[in-house]
Nanobody
Framework: QVQLVESGGGLVQPGGSLRLSCVASGSMLFRIYTMGWYRQAPGKQRELVAYITSGFSTNYADSVKGRFSISRDNAKKTVYLQMNSLKPEDTAVYYC??????????WGQGTQVTVSS
């Protein structure tokens, strides 16, 4: 059974930083998958934040370019999202998945990120 478990969320002041982690367990061949970070704010649709391919190419939503950085460690079956210069509009539940188009087979339970003073 495959599981994705996110961690690292929390409450941070505007301008602060957080690093999210997503660890995969089970039979998932982590290294072959594109991994994506998504977020969903209250009353809004889920949106793709960033993704990283099996070849380590990356792509970001315009709203986070220059502030967020996605990376992966295949040996640890982990994908990271480094979030800097956080803004109140970054407040959301953040999810990881093995997809860049929202059609992943696997999703984590999410981790809450709240940016507020």
């Amino acid at each position: 059974q495959v599981q994705l478990v996110e961690s690292g969320g929390g409450l941070v002041q505007p301008g602060g930083s957080l690093r999210l982690s997503c660890v995969a367990s089970g039979s998932m061949l982590f290294r072959i998958y594109t991994m994506g970070w998504y977020r969903q704010a209250p009353g809004k649709q889920r949106e793709l934040v960033a993704y990283i391919t099996s070849g380590f190419s990356t792509n970001y939503a315009d709203s986070v370019k220059g502030r967020f950085s996605i990376s992966r460690d295949n040996a640890k079956k982990t994908v990271y999202l480094q979030m800097n210069s956080l803004k109140p509009e970054d407040t959301a539940v953040y999810y990881c998945s093995n997809s860049y188009d929202g059609r992943g087979d696997y999703w984590g339970q999410g981790t809450q990120v709240t940016v507020s003073s």
